[in-house]
């Protein structure tokens, strides 16, 4: 099979992956982990753009650049893309460790109902009624504290 | 020319530099962000006065494709001067943040300098990252748990839009084999303009679109700006809101024209203004209100936006300005106001003068006659009308429809003030600071309105500068070079 296209389908598939695991599950590390899934199929994309196979590494040697250099640019640039994913990686973990240890859950929806009643609180707000509150249905994939 | 390059380096050397001196003098480490910005801004304003053409800045003599560039016509550098002077005049409370917020500042300014001069994707990309990382330092400044929840789902929203722009910027790489914006200006027509460009464009705005305020992606605003201190929040809905609304504009004008991007640019924007509209004239507290108002609002501006050519460029860049002065005047008033919409009952008798200035930037939001907001508002109206399609009458209706939903909350709040005190709540006066910085943007409102026609001709000129798309191309390549993976390139 052609190598283009399967690398693609790899890229276009770990992005379908990173988004459905934005989007759906609740639990915070796993929409964490498909952030990362999904940045590693745009930086596939992106070294795809200009991917050609049997490429030497563009590195400057004594005689000049070689002859069937791969393209530099995609590459410079997904190298930055790497850093700063990781860099975001961790800050969104500690981020999750000090929403863990305030309100004691990693599921989102519980994260969000805790932060929405914060916040009524702090502005003054009575929080509307058990009566008109959406009933938050707690699916069984869910890791509790 | 290269005092240019200190509106972006400076900045960025002294963020890094005040921990350490800091050990050595705090009292230096205090003053030293905010004079850095002051250089920084007189620097941008007196280059933004002396600019006759475009400059262009190679750096490190790299040519492009590979080398960066900068490129500085007068929005851009109307948009580095705001990031400057916004960050400057928000700057975070010494009192009761530590230093490392001072060092954030600094690079946000940095870092909104730079995104507004980028000359190249690659470039427009690392700035955008980096604003983006520099906000959640700032917004989780406040140690609440509720801050912590808020900027954790921001950054996953973020960090979604930031991948979106990479594979973007992949789908414009593999079409075109460049990233600088020029050559891509001058490949677009025959490799972009397709459906392989419109799904890159698609990528690009829904990424850059997050920091924007973008319909299908600003379910953080009311969350981050509820939990963010005021001058936070002033700095993201008025400074980096427009940052990333020129990164879209930009890419619009020079690469991305095609009528199929303006429509859907025009629909989401259409769906910001009803969305946001609404959520705002049934939030029940000051902070929530702002926020939703200003999704409506930025809604509003890339409406204006949508519009091709150069009446576009000069609408948008009206509302967006008339933007960028009011919203941080009115996050100014939320520190003492921030609770319930239902607490500020009387407060126009325990602080008459910020219910004065509220009252005036309502009024100038609304859009009422003499006030600066009417002239911008009147002319994205103008401009929709005589596009002659029914998209674009939609859009003015919305426009029209958003503004009664705002004339109705706001004008709730204002009456608010004048009933008698709620016996329950009583409000302190505002800070003196919080007081100045709001009753400055409050005059220069004011004062445009002497000024409203020698106004619109600037930014007449700067709109058709900022559409000048042949002259961007000679400006940045003196000598037309071809990509260097010309192998790329499809036919």
């Not at chain 1, 009524?120 to 699916?139: H, K, L, Y």
């Not at chain 2, 900045?11 to 003098?25: G, I």
């Not at chain 2, 008339?322 to 003492?336: V, W």
């Given at each position: ?11 276009a ?23 990362a ?20 590494a563009?590195?400057?040697l004594?005689?000049g ?16 893309a ?19 240890a ?17 916040i ?26 | ?9 400076l ?84 009192s ?7 060092s954030?500042?600094?690079i ?14 690659f ?9 983006a ?28 839009g ?56 600003n ?18 809905a ?10 879209v ?15 859907i ?23 929530r ?5 200003s ?7 890339f ?32 520190r ?6 239902a607490?500020?009952s ?22 009422v ?8 508002k ?110 790329v390139?499809?036919?």
């Amino acid at each position: 099979m052609d190598m283009h296209l399967i690398l693609y389908s790899a890229a276009a598939g770990l992005m379908l992956i990173g988004i459905a695991g934005i989007v759906l599950p609740s639990h915070l590390l796993r929409i964490i982990f498909a952030v990362a899934l999904l940045e590693a199929g745009a930086n596939l994309l992106l070294l795809l753009a200009s991917f050609k196979e049997g490429t030497a590494a563009p590195i400057m040697l004594e005689s000049g650049f070689p002859a069937n250099m791969a393209d530099p640019v995609p590459q410079a640039l997904v190298l930055t893309a790497i850093v700063i994913g990781v860099g975001i990686l961790a800050l969104a973990l500690i981020l999750a460790l000090k929403v863990r240890a305030a309100y004691g859950t990693l599921d989102m929806r519980k994260v969000r109902q805790r932060m929405e009643h914060d916040i009524a609180e702090e502005a003054g707000i009575s929080m509307p009624s058990s009566s008109q509150t959406p009933r938050v249905i707690v699916s069984k994939g869910t890791v509790d504290e | 020319m290269n005092n240019l390059l200190l509106m972006v380096a400076l900045p960025l050397f002294t963020a890094f530099l005040l921990p350490v001196m800091e050990r050595v003098s705090p009292v230096l480490a205090k003053l030293a962000g905010p004079l850095v910005l002051a250089i920084t801004s007189v620097l941008g304003i007196s280059l933004w006065a002396g600019m006759e053409q475009p400059v262009v800045i190679q750096l490190g003599g790299f040519l492009p494709p590979m080398g960066i560039t900068f490129y500085a016509d007068k929005l851009s550098m109307l948009f580095a001067v705001a990031a400057s002077l916004g960050t400057l005049l928000l700057w975070p409370d010494e009192s009761e943040q530590p230093i490392r917020q001072s060092s954030l500042a600094l690079i946000l300014a940095a870092a909104g300098s730079g995104l507004a001069l980028s000359g190249d994707l690659f470039n427009i990309y690392v700035f955008y990252e980096l604003v983006a990382v520099v906000s959640y330092g700032l917004i989780a400044s406040r140690p609440t748990a509720a801050a912590m929840a808020a900027t954790l789902r921001y950054l996953v929203i973020s960090a979604f839009g930031a991948a979106l722009i990479l594979a973007g910027i992949a789908l414009v790489y593999q079409a075109t084999g460049t990233l600088n914006l020029a050559q891509l200006a001058q490949l677009a027509p025959q490799h972009l303009h397709n459906l392989q460009g419109l799904s890159a464009f698609v990528l690009i705005l829904i990424g850059v679109g997050v920091k924007a305020e973008l319909f299908p992606v600003n379910t953080w605003v009311p969350e981050v700006y509820a939990t963010a201190p005021e001058r936070v929040s002033a700095l993201l809905a008025g400074v980096v809101s427009k940052l990333a609304l020129l990164v879209v504009v930009k890419l619009l004008v020079l690469v991305f024209q095609m009528p199929e991007a303006h429509m859907i640019m025009l629909a989401l924007g259409i769906m910001g203004v009803l969305t946001g509209e609404l959520a705002a004239w049934r939030a029940t507290d000051y902070r929530r209100m702002l926020a939703f108002s200003s999704i409506g609002q930025l809604g509003t501006i890339f409406i204006a936006f949508s519009v091709p050519g150069e009446a576009g460029v000069f609408a948008g860049l009206a509302v967006a300005l008339h933007h960028l002065l009011l919203k941080p005047a009115l996050f100014m008033l939320a520190r003492r106001w921030g609770g319930s919409l239902a607490n500020l009952s009387g407060a126009g008798r325990t602080s008459p003068l910020a219910a004065g200035l509220f009252i005036l930037l309502a009024l100038s939001l609304i859009g009422v006659p003499p006030l600066p907001g009417f002239w911008a508002k009147l002319l994205v109206l103008v401009n929709l009308a005589g596009q002659g399609q029914a998209l674009y009458y939609l859009g003015g209706m919305v426009i029209l429809v958003g503004a009664a939903l705002e004339a109705n909350y706001l004008f709730r709040v204002a009456s608010g003030f004048y009933h008698e005190p709620s016996k329950a709540v009583i409000l302190s006066p505002h800070k003196g600071k919080d007081m100045l910085i709001a009753g400055l943007l409050s005059s220069v409102l004011l004062t445009s309105v002497l000024f409203i026609s020698p106004l619109a001709d600037r930014l007449h000129e700067i709109a058709r500068e900022a559409t000048d798309v042949e002259t961007y191309i000679n400006r940045v390549q003196p000598v037309r070079l071809a990509p260097i993976n010309v192998a790329v390139v499809q036919p």
